[in-house]
Nanobody
Framework: QVQLVESGGGLVQAGGSLRLSCAAS????????MGWFRQAPGKEREFVAA????????YYADSVKGRFTISRDNAKNTVYLQVNSLKPEDTAVYYC???????????????????WGQGTQVTVSS
């Protein structure tokens, strides 16, 4: 069982930055791939970024490439999402998710992830 708690969201002006964190419970964090997804009002949840269990590889949605950076610290059981050059269309609830690395088939597919956090709101004003 893995419990995930996101933090770091808030209200920011366009062009600003935030650092989202996701703290995980459990002793097996380093065996999980981690992902960030987001859901805007009236829209479906969408993939943002993912990182493999070792941290050696990362994946991004085209809409955030060059602006967002995912990273992890396995010693701290934490995954981060640095979000820069924010746009109003980035406004959403951001969720982190964990899935066993050995079972991941598609990092951008939310069915690959077994555990989800409660989300943190990011609001970007124009």
């Amino acid at each position: 069982q893995v419990q995930l708690v996101e933090s770091g969201g808030g209200l920011v002006q366009a062009g600003g930055s935030l650092r989202l964190s996701c703290a995980a419970s459990g002793r097996t964090f380093s065996s999980y791939a981690m992902g960030w997804f987001r859901q805007a009002p009236g829209k479906e949840r969408e993939f943002v970024a993912a990182i493999v269990s070792s941290g050696a590889r990362t994946y991004y949605a085209d809409s955030v490439k060059g602006r967002f950076t995912i990273s992890r610290d396995n010693a701290k059981n934490t995954v981060y999402l640095q979000v820069n050059s924010l746009k109003p269309e980035d406004t959403a609830v951001y969720y982190c998710a964990a899935g066993p690395q050995i079972f991941i088939r598609a990092y951008s597919d939310d069915v690959s992830y077994n555990y989800w956090g409660q989300g943190t709101q990011v609001t970007v004003s124009s």
